[in-house]
């Protein structure tokens, strides 16, 4: 089993519409999980972290966490042209106190249609 | 803007040599971590430095070396470069874990 999945991918929305790209992991005693946007050609982002279950807010982003069933996600609002990315889970698996040591996912494509 | 600084952005080498990749990060952030993202993939750890030291590091064979300076820079070295070498290799910082890590903006490297 892969540490962190992201399945069914890509993913194509109208504008306006609300994009929701899931996440499962495997690692019970993951602590830290992230959201990375990536552009074409470009580095990943940072966009959303959370560590608690339940939701967290920023903006048209929003990330739910639920350890008990191992996932995460990320719902963006009101998507726009511009929210076309590649989208990446990741998840850092031990409170080490230190730096983190990110597992990521294979990541999802998403495509905001004009 | 992260902070994070790479050179260079692109590399192309040829099989079998060696290459040296650098990374500068922002001051009092004493923690690099090192990535390889090949195509249509998500970043994987390499490894880590804190205070110099190797701190961790992922699947990665021995051939994949780094060293982390006292100025905040550090070195990706890679011996013996193979085809399957060839991605993005990305330098991430944070000051602490749960600031999650922040990326430069990456090393593509091509071998030939």
């Known amino acids: 089993q892969k540490e962190v999945e992201q399945n069914s991918g890509p993913l194509s929305v109208p504008e306006g519409a609300i994009a929701s790209l899931n996440c499962t992991y495997s690692?019970?005693?993951?602590?830290?999980f992230f959201w990375y946007r990536q552009y074409s050609g470009k580095s990943p982002e940072l966009i959303m972290s959370?560590?608690?279950?339940g939701d967290k807010e920023d903006g048209r982003f929003t990330a739910q966490l639920n350890k008990a069933s191992q996932y995460v996600s990320l719902l963006i609002r009101d998507s726009q042209p511009s929210d076309s990315a590649t989208y990446l889970c990741?998840?850092?698996?031990?409170?080490?106190?230190?730096?983190?040591?990110?597992?990521f996912g294979k990541g999802i494509t998403l495509s905001v249609r004009p | 803007e992260t902070g994070v600084t790479q050179s260079p952005t692109h590399l192309i080498k040829t099989r079998g040599q060696q290459v040296t990749l650098r990374c500068s990060s922002q001051s009092g952030h004493n923690t690099v971590s090192w990535y390889q993202q090949a195509l249509g993939q998500g970043p994987q750890f390499i490894f880590q430095y804190y205070r110099e030291e190797e701190n961790g590091r992922g699947n990665f064979p021995p051939r994949f070396s780094g060293l982390q300076f006292p100025n905040y820079s550090s070195e990706l070295n890679v011996n013996a470069l193979e085809l399957d070498d060839s991605a993005l290799y990305l330098c991430a910082s944070s000051l602490d874990k749960d600031l999650g890590a922040f990326f430069g903006q990456g090393t593509r490297l091509t071998v030939v």
């Open positions: 959370i560590y608690s279950n």
């Open positions: 990741a998840v850092n698996p031990l409170n080490t106190g230190a730096n983190s040591k990110l597992t």
């Open positions: 690692d019970r005693v993951s602590q830290s």
